[in-house]
């Protein structure tokens, strides 16, 4: 779900939230029973715990989500008013598609989004002890059917719920949280109710308080009872737009981490949305996945454009590619792939789009209508070299060589074969070029081209492929050369000037543990002794930290810069290289990094330059 800054009409949401607090629906509680819910069963209780690790998230999940076709006016979709496309008859249609479309591929989870407990008006369901109940129109036999339904095809089942505690279910803070003697709304929150979430829809719960991790237990205890598989956990902060105390729900996730372990059902605990990278560990500790991005919808009359916000996916990735492996993932947003003119995307952009998603090791979930899958909608999610690159094991590729908009990213694979895939982001057709020696060997290599199935035979030291518009190709690459021989040169040495702000600094990822930063406004360093064997261009390779994508001009024997962009490394401690050309004469040169006079750039850890251009 995306902040109230998103779109008007999410705005309009957020207030239509607010004004029916009154109108809340309250179901008078027995004592200590849990209604409309099922005792675990015997197979619930020998199941494994749930939690970060628990095995859930080896690899990507895969699946669809209802979201994506909730928030378009595509003709047809919401024909009763916004977000009405929930409804239980719509969720068993796409499950009845993907189970027999998609499942065989791996796709198996159907995730319930924003709304299932709320009408058209958006006035909600909560029960007496204030926990969302399905909403009778859009779920008319309760959640816990559906779930079932979904298990008989073979699926799984997904659940939604915003962080904290929803200021319709505080029912004047004197509601009792179930299996909590003793224990009332009021009895969780802080006393000034202060608001929470991305939407501030939410009061914050108090984990010092007892009462608090006894809430959130009773709310995982009747996910898990409803039989429910996964927990989009949304609106989570430090992230969604918003930062400050109250907007920090890490105690939040690591108390549903908690209660979801003592659920007796294992559960995937996704975290959402636009999460702040600098908690990281948080969430690798305590979830299973974690949005890394706004919402990948337009609201609009598709349910994506490459503007909005297809494309920002490129820019905002590389700061986490190092936090991701198996136990949590990054998670990158719907796939919305498949239905060609309800995407909003042109065939290129569709097939880049799926392309990133999979080498970023994104979890792969469509936003489309299922049953209206195009043919080629159907080829990109189902193409089975390219879903491998997703699902086995191996490295996440990142940025190796960045041009303007032409853009080549890159994994080593466990077999010593490298993913490569060139993408062109700008609106115009363009050559892209991959050379081996970003990737550090030189000579021949066996490519593959995954999205045609066909062997491209041996190139040497670069393949070259003319891209459309927003277009793309993925590769394997197999090494049948040498390891590619370089100098090192360290930023750091004494050899070297610096000038304006730059200044050495401690780096333990960096080589020597040391680097040059602070350029900024007219902050620079000159390599000042960098051999070439003769005159050419050399594509060297940059070590550098930064923690937001930033550029630099580099310029070589006093020569006019070229201005080059970094992708963010994932932090200032974190170290990542990206590939540059520089125009060399034979013998001794100069290599500038300049910030220039406004600009702020990465600090620069080395380069390595190649023996030979």
Request: charge should be neutral; proline fraction near 6%.
């Amino acid at each position: 779900m995306p902040s109230p800054a998103r779109t008007t009409r999410r705005a309009a949401r957020t207030a239509l939230v607010l004004a029916v607090t009154a109108a809340v629906a309250v179901t008078v509680p027995p004592a200590q029973a849990a209604p409309g819910t099922a005792p675990a069963t015997a197979a619930m209780a020998a199941a494994p715990t749930a939690a970060a690790g628990h095995g859930l998230a080896r690899k990507p999940f895969m699946g669809w989500s209802s979201w994506s076709m909730q928030t378009s006016s595509y003709p047809g979709l919401n024909p009763t008013g916004q977000y009405s496309y929930l409804t239980e008859a719509n969720v068993l249609k796409q499950a009845d598609a993907m189970a027999t479309k998609l499942k065989k591929y791996g796709y198996e989870y159907i995730n319930i989004d924003a709304g299932w407990w709320r009408d058209q008006d958006w006035t909600p369901e909560f029960d007496g002890y204030g926990r969302q109940q399905a909403d009778p129109v859009r779920f008319p036999r309760g959640m816990k059917p559906v779930a079932d339904d979904l298990h008989r095809k073979g699926l799984k089942a997904g659940i939604y719920l915003p962080v904290g505690l929803e200021k319709e279910g505080y029912g004047g803070g004197r509601l009792p949280v179930w299996n909590a003697p003793g224990c009332t709304t009021g009895d969780i929150v802080y006393g000034d109710l202060r608001t929470t979430n991305g939407w501030d829809s939410s009061y914050k719960i108090d984990f010092s308080r007892p009462c608090a991790q006894k809430y959130v237990d009773s709310q995982a205890q009747l996910i898990a009872d409803w039989g429910y598989d996964f927990l989009k956990l949304d609106g989570v902060g430090p992230g969604s737009f918003k930062s400050g105390d109250n907007y920090d729900n890490r105690a939040d996730v690591a108390a549903w981490k908690k209660a979801i372990e003592r659920a007796g059902r294992p559960v995937h605990l996704e975290i959402s949305w636009s999460l702040d990278v600098d908690y990281a560990d948080s969430w690798k500790e305590n979830s299973d996945g974690w949005r890394v991005d706004t919402d990948v919808e337009c609201y609009c009359e598709t349910l994506v454009t490459w503007d909005s916000s297809v494309k920002a996916r490129w820019r905002d990735t590389p700061a986490w590619t190092r936090h991701a492996g198996p136990g949590g993932w990054n998670d990158l947003d719907a796939i919305d792939v498949g239905n060609g003119e309800m995407d909003g995307l042109t065939k290129a952009e569709r097939q880049s789009y799926m392309t990133l998603w999979s080498i970023a090791k994104s979890p792969l979930y469509s936003g489309d209508d299922l049953t209206r899958l195009d043919a080629y909608g159907v080829s990109l999610l189902t193409n089975r070299e390219v879903l491998q690159v997703n699902q086995r094991p191996g490295a996440l590729a990142h940025p190796v060589t960045t041009a303007g908009d032409e853009q080549v990213w890159a994994a080593r694979n466990p077999d010593g074969s490298y993913t490569v895939a060139l993408f062109n982001l700008g609106s115009s057709p363009a050559p892209v070029t991959a050379r081996w020696s970003a990737l550090g060997f030189e000579g021949k290599a066996a490519v593959r081209d995954l999205w045609n199935k066909e062997n491209l035979g041996q190139h040497k030291d670069s393949i070259t492929e003319a891209l459309p518009a927003h277009g793309s190709r993925l590769f394997t690459v197999t090494p049948h050369g040498s390891r590619l021989r370089t100098t090192a040169y360290e930023a750091e040495s004494p050899a070297n000037t610096l000038s304006g702000n730059a200044s050495v600094s401690d780096c333990d990822e960096c080589s020597g543990g040391k680097k040059v930063g602070n350029l900024y406004e007219g902050g620079s360093v000159r390599f000042g002794h960098v051999e070439a064997a003769r005159a050419g261009t050399y594509y060297i390779n940059v070590a550098y930290t930064s923690g937001d994508e930033r550029s630099v001009g580099i310029s070589a024997n006093g020569k006019p810069a070229t201005k080059r962009i970094f992708p963010s490394s994932g932090g200032w401690g974190a170290a990542a290289t990206i590939s540059v050309p520089v125009t060399l004469k034979a013998g001794r040169n100069t290599l500038t990094f300049d910030s220039g006079a406004s600009g702020y750039s990465p600090d620069i850890d080395r380069i390595d330059v190649p023996k030979r251009s």
